[in-house]
């Protein structure tokens, strides 16, 4: 069912672009390993479930610069000084390198990459900004369904959030992120078909508004749709629902969309089950979150499924998380030499690394490490496997239901508090990483004070 | 520049396609008047600025239904009973009504439509979703530009944003966004190519760290971009502005993205100039938004340019407006047939609008009146006008740089403790538009208790 959206290669930051020129004009050809990681979690997040690979997957794989993009370069003051070659390099540029990666639907924190990229430093340099905008945005679109799929409690939810979703395109990928997360389903259709995830949707209030008499709305829509849910709160909610059983009709669902849902859902559950109506279900909207609806149904609403829009598609708590790209190793002359950064606030560790997940004897997770790729805690479950070679996949991508399923698995085994508690997951980073850090932090210190070194000693 | 995106009809909401069904089936096939507009401002808000229009126009003018739309419609079991006819309309769909708008790059508040369809119910309703996320996405992005913007006090923004928005295409709009409301220009290339908005963008970390050697790194990359601007926190700020000095680069600038940023801008200020660097810039980005660079420039921040990411990309501290697209009239018959909307929280007022602004001498703006679209206030300026009839653009939309420098001009009339005050601006509702609330709620009271009337019957 997916299907492969054409992604312009100008999707990038300049800086990338004008990197690659100098790497290229400097003949600075080596391979080099990006990891893609968030730093911190925003307070308001607990875990954040890996999500987007298949997207950056099917970027890299076909990414391609086109004839007029080249030509938009090349007007660019900016070029002036860069020789044509690079831009015949740009019009044969393929990815060739290798990626690692969580798969998709897995929990992560802070600190812990869950896409690795190694290849030739000009190629990981250019992807970095789409890589970073498609997976960070997934992510935390999938972090935020997760919690509210929870605090649903096992009733449905349908992410409703396209109108409010950050532009047209992505509605799209928010339904997909939260899908993964276990939502059931999403009204944007789009979604439905270029991912195959279950559409939903039935009628909106200009439709009552549109006949003025809401009987003869209900009863027009009714006997279209007699699996459609009718939205009741256009002008009074319970007299709505008297008027729908006054008329006879049956209704798989009723959607309340404004007003008290507690009180207006126990009013509605019992006049429906008073007139034998009780297999229609209740269905809310309106303004809904994680915490509204754990309250909601901590205090008896009676309410079958949810439709959730804003808070996300937009993730509104938290809408955007610290996603970085960090060079952390060169390859250089036959061996690997580190690099790390050490500015304020903003220290990265060196090295390509695992994370290692420590399970109790019921599959709990306990907590993470990070550590050397290199290394080995027998035991630990390494989380990191490699999807990509020479710049094709080496693994099928598992399809989406697929993807929810291992994901609904996964998250079974976070601590309770990680949801909407403020419980912090342990993560480590290994020994060896720590004192890897101290040397290269040691070396660079040392090389930058002393004369001007060549190319990447290290 | 412009050039027009191909979208799929099928970004939408099923239910508008369900909805367009049963207005179909049941022959409704009258105009309708949709108004769009956002309830309330958020709390951090005091305008909007309205953007987005020029890409809701080419979505209508180019909206159709590729067979393959069609065919996943028709195997929807929401769609079972619908006849093939429906699918028939949607094969030569096209959109034919009438739109008026605000401007690009006009302040709007809340209540105040700032874009109105009239066409043919179906056509209106199927466009609903894609017109909500368009504009107020942009709309969202340029409000809070024009914040960061004015918090500058002239010194140069550029939007540094698209690898925390949300997706990849997000990032294009948001740049968009971002130059409307002032900035200077982004750092996405796509956004530079789709809609000629200067680019800027020099180099990362990475391109420091490939090298060890921070001066040799310096030195490759000043050579081949001798208007670039290097980036200094790598490992130690002032120690890197040393190097540039002691090793004889002129860069047009360089850029602190980490740190004290006061105290950092200061000394390298002084560094630089006691080395007759006087014309090197002093650019600073890293996580920054309009209450950081008040303060910074209150303090006496030696700073020139600012780059602005993630604040403006995803206007973290409101991401999300309550955009909503009301049925407003039908035109039943030869005549108007008001509606309205009487949901407790959500009332909407009924019959086709327009905003007026009333200015004072200077010409600043003194407050608004949104007022039926028949009535008129001597002095006072219509905001909306007829932007599009029969589904075409009936009147020039006015290039990128010309929307800026009117909205600058527009922003300037804003009270000034609109930005980053509590300030609400005045904005009333005319008489003659409550008195036809309270007919129109009396009449669709009187009818909603009274028998099944006929379609439309207002």
């Known amino acids: 069912m997916s299907e492969i959206e054409h992604h312009s290669a100008l999707l990038t930051d300049l800086y990338e672009l004008t990197m690659a020129a100098a790497y290229f004009?400097?003949?600075?050809?080596?391979?080099?390993?990006?990891?893609?990681?968030?730093?911190?979690?925003?307070?308001?997040?607990?875990?954040?479930?890996?999500?987007?690979?298949?997207?950056?997957?099917?970027?890299?794989?076909?990414?391609?610069?086109?004839?007029?993009?080249?030509?938009?370069?090349?007007?660019?003051?900016?070029?002036?000084?860069?020789?044509?070659?690079?831009?015949?390099y740009l019009r044969n540029f393929r990815f060739t390198g290798e990626v690692w990666a969580m798969p998709e639907g897995t929990p992560v924190f802070g600190e812990e990459p869950f896409l690795r990229v190694t290849a030739p430093i000009m190629e990981a340099q250019i992807v970095e900004?789409?890589?970073?905008?498609?997976?960070?945005?997934?992510?935390?679109?999938?972090?935020?369904a997760a919690r509210v799929v929870k605090a649903a409690q096992g009733r449905r939810i349908i992410e409703f959030g396209s109108r409010r979703a950050h532009g047209p395109d992505a509605g799209v990928l928010a339904a997909r992120a939260a899908y993964i997360a276990g939502c059931a389903g999403t009204s944007n259709v789009e979604a439905g078909r270029r991912y195959g995830i279950p559409i939903f949707g039935t009628l909106a209030?200009?439709?009552?508004?549109?006949?003025?008499?809401?009987?003869?709305?209900?009863?027009?829509?009714?006997?279209?749709?007699?699996?459609?849910?009718?939205?009741?709160?256009?002008?009074?909610?319970?007299?709505?629902?008297?008027r729908i059983i006054k008329n006879g009709l049956h209704p798989s669902g009723i959607r309340l969309d404004s007003g008290d849902l507690l009180e207006l859902s126990r009013q509605a559950r019992k006049r429906l089950d008073e007139a034998g109506l009780t297999e229609t279900k209740i269905f809310a909207s309106g303004d809904l979150d994680e915490y509204v609806i754990r309250d909601l149904l901590a205090r008896g609403a009676q309410i079958d499924a949810f439709g959730v829009g804003t808070a996300l598609a937009t993730s509104k708590d938290a809408p955007a998380l610290g996603g970085?790209?960090?060079?952390?190793?060169?390859?250089?002359?036959?061996?690997?030499?580190?690099?790390?950064?050490f500015s304020e606030e903003k220290l990265t560790y060196p090295g390509r690394k695992q994370v290692f997940r420590s399970h109790d004897s019921s599959g709990a997770f306990r907590g993470d490490t990070v550590a050397c790729e290199t290394e080995g805690f027998p035991g630990d479950e390494p989380l990191l496997s490699c999807v990509m070679q020479n710049g094709k996949r080496v693994c099928p991508i598992p399809d989406l239901p697929s993807i929810q399923q291992y994901a609904r698995q996964q998250l079974e085994r976070i601590p309770e508090g990680c949801f909407l508690g403020r419980e912090r997951y342990n993560v480590?980073?290994?020994?060896?990483?720590?004192?890897?850090?101290?040397?290269?932090?040691?070396?660079?210190?040392?090389?930058?004070?002393?004369?001007?070194?060549?190319?990447?000693?290290?």
Request: a negative charge; hydrophobic letters at 45%.
């Open 25 to 88: 004009e400097n003949k600075l050809l080596a391979n080099a390993t990006f990891e893609l990681f968030v730093r911190s979690l925003p307070a308001e997040r607990g875990f954040l479930l890996a999500a987007g690979l298949e997207q950056a997957l099917d970027y890299l794989e076909n990414l391609r610069f086109e004839d007029d993009d080249i030509a938009y370069l090349r007007q660019q003051t900016a070029f002036q000084n860069i020789s044509s070659e690079f831009f015949d």
């Open 324 to 341: 970085v790209y960090k060079l952390v190793d060169l390859e250089l002359d036959g061996h690997i030499s580190y690099r790390a950064k």
């Open 129 to 144: 900004t789409f890589l970073l905008s498609m997976l960070t945005f997934q992510t935390m679109i999938a972090s935020k």
């Open 428 to 458: 480590n980073f290994s020994q060896r990483l720590q004192d890897l850090l101290m040397v290269v932090r040691g070396r660079i210190k040392h090389q930058s004070e002393g004369k001007p070194g060549s190319q990447g000693v290290a």
């Open 205 to 242: 209030h200009s439709f009552i508004m549109a006949y003025v008499d809401e009987t003869e709305a209900f009863r027009k829509f009714h006997q279209l749709f007699p699996r459609g849910v009718l939205l009741v709160d256009t002008y009074d909610t319970l007299a709505a629902v008297d």
